[in-house]
Every structure is written in C-alpha cells, then in structure tokens.
C-alpha cells in the first residue's frame, strides 16, 4: 500500500518548456488534489477533483491544467513554465464521507520543480 | 477576504517543556479544523481533527481546542521531545477543500 506517489521527485526546466507531474493513490479515494508550496505563503490549492470525471479550480490555477485520469491517477501539466512556477508541488488525496466535507487528507511526497 | 494565520515565528523550547502553537482565521465558518506535521522535504502527515462543537481533543501528548467565537485554535504539544521537531500546520474545511496556514516550525532543544 503505497499511498499517494508523485512523479518526478525533482525536476529542472526552462522558461517556456512543458512537463507533467504524475500522480497516483492506492486507498480507492474519491477527491484529489493539486497544491504548490512556497516559503512563508503555505500551501495554495490549484486544483482539485471531488470526484472520478470532475476537476475545479483552485486558489491558483492560473498557467496550470490538470486531468482526471480515472479514479487513481490525477495529473498537473504546466504548459509554458514560467520562473513563478518554482515551487514544490503536493499531491492529495482524500475520501469525503460527509456532504460538502473535505475528509483527512493524505499527501504525496512532493515534486520540486525548478523554473530557469 | 479569508485568512488564515499561524504563529509568525518558529517556537524553540527545552525538551519536557509545552509548545502552543496559534491559528487564528477570519472570513470563514468552518465546520472542522485540522492539524497537520510536516518533516523538511516532505509532504504534510495528518495529526487531528476538531468539529465546531467540539472544544477540546486530544491526543497521546498532542491537545487542540478550538474556540469558534475567538475564531481560534490551539495546538498543544506536552512533555516535548526533539523528534516533535518540524513544522505544524493547520487547516479550515469547507466544500471538499483545505485551506492551509503557513505553519509554525517547533524546535525542541535536548
């Protein structure tokens, strides 16, 4: 059971280049969940999917794009990466058991992009 | 606008002492909060959740209050000890999101 795994651990691009960032959860969770993490601003939403076939925007989702793969696999895609895009990335997953309720969320081990 | 604010300084204590870590918000009617640990170059690990109506819960040496007419929460580490060092953030819930403050690292010196 590994939980929630994210692809790749670290990662350098170029002002202007493309990447994804994979991930994927094990524990049959409903809702997931895209945030970036900078120093003194916390963790900032992107975006999230509540459910299979859904996905929201977040907090921040400007220059981002994401996909509802299936129920296990949620991805983030930079298009154009941009220097304001350095960051460390988490992914999330949670079961929401109540109506209009984030439940315990279970976090990924991170992805530390590097914008040039 | 919502905010979310945590202790803006890092807490260094004496092992065996208390940490109290704050987390004050405005603009949000949350039906639960929740606490979070993060480790350097990890993502962040759940530790405890409070409902509304709840005032107080605990858990082994860890205890949270939460008081919805302050608009506050406490979080308490008891008899501490230097692997409760990292950072501690926590969380106001409402339409399947999180929204996070920006922590508070706790250094527990032997």
């Known amino acids: 059971n590994a939980g929630v795994t994210q692809t790749p651990k670290f990662q350098v691009l170029k002002t202007g280049q493309s990447m994804t960032l994979q991930c994927a959860q094990d524990?049959?969770?409903?809702?997931m969940y895209w945030y970036r993490q900078d120093p003194g601003m916390g963790l900032r939403l992107i975006y999230y999917?509540?459910?299979?076939?859904?996905?929201d925007k977040g907090e921040v989702p400007n220059g981002y794009n994401v996909s509802r793969l299936n129920k296990r696999e949620f991805s983030l895609r930079l298009e154009s990466a941009a220097p304001s895009q350095t960051s460390v990335y988490f992914c999330?997953?949670?079961?929401?058991?109540?109506?209009?309720?984030?439940?315990?969320?279970?976090f990924g081990p991170g992805t530390r992009l590097t914008v040039l | 606008s919502q905010k979310i604010e945590q202790n803006s300084e890092a807490l260094n204590i004496q092992e065996g002492k208390t940490a109290t870590l704050t987390c004050n918000y405005t603009n949000y009617s949350p039906a639960y909060l929740q606490w979070y640990r993060q480790d350097p170059g990890r993502g962040p690990v759940f530790l405890l959740l409070?409902?509304?109506?709840?005032k107080e819960k605990r858990k082994e040496r860890l205890k949270v209050t939460f008081d919805t007419t302050l608009k506050q929460s406490l979080f308490h580490i008891t008899a501490s000890q230097p692997a409760d060092s990292a950072t501690y953030l926590c969380a106001l819930v409402g339409d399947y999101k999180l929204s996070f403050g920006a922590g508070t690292t706790v250094t527990v010196r032997a």
């Open positions: 409070i409902r509304e109506n709840e």
């Open positions: 999917s509540a459910s299979e076939g859904t996905t």
């Open positions: 999330a997953s949670s079961e929401v058991t109540g109506q209009g309720q984030a439940d315990t969320q279970y």
């Open positions: 524990m049959n969770h409903n809702s």
